[in-house]
């Protein structure tokens, strides 16, 4: 029986009803081996492959073979926009079964929750965040809930591999599949994963089951990409100097780009009219202050407003209203966007995304890459980069385009290579231990310290954290009256923890900064961080607006719609880049490739780069000296390894070499004055790399590296001992340092 003829009869109403001819390769595979095994299942397929119908296809087969007696199926994904947009999907597949679909997040509605937790049935799509939530608040319910629950699908498994929100989220489900007594299957979706095997075993841990990587044919990939470089302000590199006869189309060029204020603007502004684009920022920051131009633009033009805004801080409303604009395929209009928008979410037919500077990651790059090239056209992605012009009396560093050089970067290693981030498993979760050691009190009431750590150590995610360290944890929580002993020797959350664990920002691992709801009338904005005092000007939802009154107790902002243009402010945002990204870009300095998607004013900026690069000595030797005493170091090494040197000459070097005045930009450059040559430079930080030292050794005296959003609530020890061996990779340096001698 072929896996077409397997499926259950509305399923194959479906496939008829959409037209389709033949099943994709990848449906092929998934209904191969989710109807003929009983392992997990990680499906990785390009995005808009088909792979949420290619899972649910044969799960749904099965539940209507054999109903559940609760909820079947638990669907998890990151964001709430995309299970909204996949909530309409999936309702839509399951209309004529009778299997329910329902939402649990925090703007799903009351009512069809109630209904669930009545009758549980059918297919729950939730949040990580919701999902602590519920365990925590409706504990007495997970049993019925969930005690036949048959698969648990994971949408964009790749953005849950390298940080405490992944951690949590599979410490969750050990916890819930343990409380139901339930063991289901585990099917993971992504689009940019770099290593399937090593998450195929992060999708597995703790379930008992091995995972099943599908194998098939992924069809060519037809990619449109074109990158730009500008100046903030005239004139462009390459000015003057006529285009060669083999310049990429016309469509892309800068020539039409108005003269605006800020010419990569106004590049964008010019090449979105009359079309539907996204135009991603690195920050929620930066999305506002583009949107605000943007729009500007359009008024000085007296042409129709056509662009629209959507980030984290902005409220349901607000996103939701632009995501459905976008859907209307008669629809020209565009938005700015951050990672909200980077998610698996169908926005219709787009026609091109913009990218301003360089993403963080492949990963990133990828999804947002994916965001167009749906309904069978081709992938099109256009990079935006800009800098300042440097100052005449600039020195090495500063005359390097490093945005410029990490966009090539991140395209050229996906197109050589296939690479992506892997999974982040080294590290020593301290901050999630307290949340789930707390968030475990709080739902099961009093525990022995015995019970407490056989439930919460026991977690996959925990192997590497010793009982000794545990023990350490729980009487500093005691000593802080985070949790309180009983006259029977049992713990229980304290006076001081139930101010944590009660508050709704609990759910959440990743740190959040305190925020303000803005208001003006009756319509709510959304939300920032250090509100201004009255009379000053803030900007939301790409607009600026004077703040009437600010109700600090009640964390409410109330403010007028007025003219302008000034900067937000949502929290600082970091980036983490990996190492092969960095030593990617040297070999772009190092190589004479013309890359054929960079257009004139990027492929002059890089030609000046590498002729600099070049005159420098830079190919040679990663440390040149800028005059006197003054050096930079090029180290190309990623955020973590970076930080791990900059502590490393700092604290096991500056004697020797009689280092002094260290000031770095990440990850790019480090400058110093020193008082030794570069060849001595090469051999003492060679022979203390040698040396045998602990990590711990990096931190600095008194120092409490607070990295993750718990920490503040750790034993100093651990917040130490957890930033040495689990945040800097000192290996990576090591390797570094040593490869210069």
Not at 628 to 639: C, D, E, K, Q, V
Request: aromatic share 10%; net charge negative; charged share 25%.
């Amino acid at each position: 029986m072929s896996v077409y003829e397997r499926y259950a009869p509305f399923i194959r109403d479906y496939i008829y009803r959409a037209g389709w001819q033949v099943l994709r390769g990848v449906q092929e595979a998934a209904g191969a081996a989710i109807f003929n095994s009983c392992d997990n299942v990680l499906l990785t397929a390009s995005t808009a492959s088909g792979k949420t119908e290619a899972a649910f296809f044969p799960i749904l087969t099965l539940l209507e073979e054999d109903p559940p007696r609760s909820v079947g199926v638990l669907y998890i994904a990151p964001l709430k926009a995309l299970i909204n947009d996949q909530f309409g999907r999936l309702d839509e597949l399951c209309e004529e079964s009778g299997i329910k679909v329902c939402r649990w997040h925090g703007d799903a509605s009351q009512s069809q929750k109630r209904k669930l937790l009545k009758k549980p049935s059918g297919i729950l799509q939730i949040t990580p965040e919701s999902l602590e939530s519920l365990l925590l608040n409706k504990h007495m319910e997970i049993p019925s809930l969930f005690y036949d629950l048959r698969f648990i699908v994971i949408d964009e498994l790749h953005s849950l591999l390298r940080g405490d929100r992944g951690l949590q989220t599979f410490c969750l489900l050990e916890r819930l599949c343990k409380l139901a007594g339930c063991t289901p299957r585990r099917i993971g979706l992504s689009a940019t994963i770099g290593d399937p095997q090593a998450a195929g075993r992060f999708l597995a841990a703790g379930s008992g089951r091995p995972t099943v990587i599908p194998q098939f044919e992924g069809g060519k990939e037809v990619w449109r990409i074109s990158m730009e470089h500008f100046f903030m302000t005239e004139p462009q590199a390459g000015d003057g100097e006529p285009e060669p006869a083999e310049a990429p189309p016309s469509e892309a060029s800068t020539d039409t780009a108005p003269k605006a204020a800020d010419p990569g603007l106004g590049y964008i502004f010019e090449h979105t009219r009359g079309k539907k684009c996204l135009i991603f920022t690195n920050s929620r920051e930066e999305c506002e202050g583009v949107c605000q131009s943007l729009r500007q633009y359009c008024e000085a033009r007296h042409e129709p407003e056509r662009f629209l805004i959507h980030h984290g801080n902005l409220s349901a409303s607000y996103r939701e209203s632009a995501e459905a604009d976008m859907k209307d395929d008669d629809s020209l209009l565009s938005v700015c966007a951050t990672a909200t928008l980077e998610l698996g979410i169908d926005i219709g037919r787009l026609e091109r995304a913009f990218h301003l500077n360089a993403p963080f990651t492949v990963s990133g790059f990828l999804q947002r890459m994916g965001r167009t090239g749906r309904r069978g056209n081709p992938s099109e992605m256009w990079f935006v980069m800009r800098e300042e012009h440097p100052e005449a009396r600039a020195m090495l560093p500063e005359m390097i385009p490093w945005y410029l050089l990490q966009g090539i970067a991140l395209v050229q290693l996906y197109l050589e290579e296939r690479f992506v981030e892997p999974p982040k498993t080294d590290r020593l979760p301290y901050s999630l231990l307290y949340h789930q050691t707390m968030s475990t009190l709080a739902s099961c009431g009093e525990m022995t310290p015995g019970e407490l750590a056989a439930r919460v150590l026991t977690l996959s995610c925990f192997q590497r954290i010793s009982q000794d360290d545990y023990r350490l944890l729980l009487r500093h929580l005691l000593e802080i009256e985070h949790i309180s002993r009983t006259e029977n020797g049992g713990l229980i959350v304290g006076l001081a923890g139930e101010r944590i664990v009660n508050n709704y920002k609990f759910y959440a691992v990743f740190q959040e900064n305190i925020e303000y709801t803005v208001r003006t009338g009756s319509e709510e904005l959304g939300t920032i961080v250090k509100p201004p005092p009255v009379g000053d000007k803030i900007a939301i939802a790409g607009r600026v607006w004077a703040v009437d009154e600010v109700d600090h107790k009640k964390r409410l902002v109330y403010c007028t719609l007025v003219k302008g243009k000034i900067p937000a402010y949502f929290g600082d945002v970091a980036g983490d880049i990996h190492t092969r990204i960095l030593e990617r870009m040297r070999g772009v300095l190092r190589e004479e490739n013309n890359y054929p998607y960079l257009l004139k004013h990027a492929r002059c900026r890089l030609r000046d780069a590498r002729d600099s690069f070049a005159k420098s000595g830079l190919a040679e030797s990663p440390l040149i000296n800028l005059g006197g005493r003054m050096w930079a170091l090029f180290p190309w090494l990623g955020s973590y390894a970076f930080l791990a040197l900059e502590r490393f000459l700092k604290i096991r070097c500056a004697k020797r070499l009689g280092l002094k005045g260290l000031t770095s930009v990440r990850p790019y450059y480090i400058q110093f004055t020193m008082q030794v040559s570069a060849e001595e430079f090469y051999r003492i930080a060679a022979e203390e790399a040698a040396q045998e030292f602990d990590a711990q050794e990096l931190v600095y005296p008194k120092e409490v590296p607070v990295f993750e959003k718990y920490d503040e609530y750790v034993p100093e020890e651990l917040i130490r001992k957890g930033f040495a061996y689990g945040v800097l990779d000192v290996e990576g340096m090591k390797r570094r340092v040593k490869s210069w001698l």
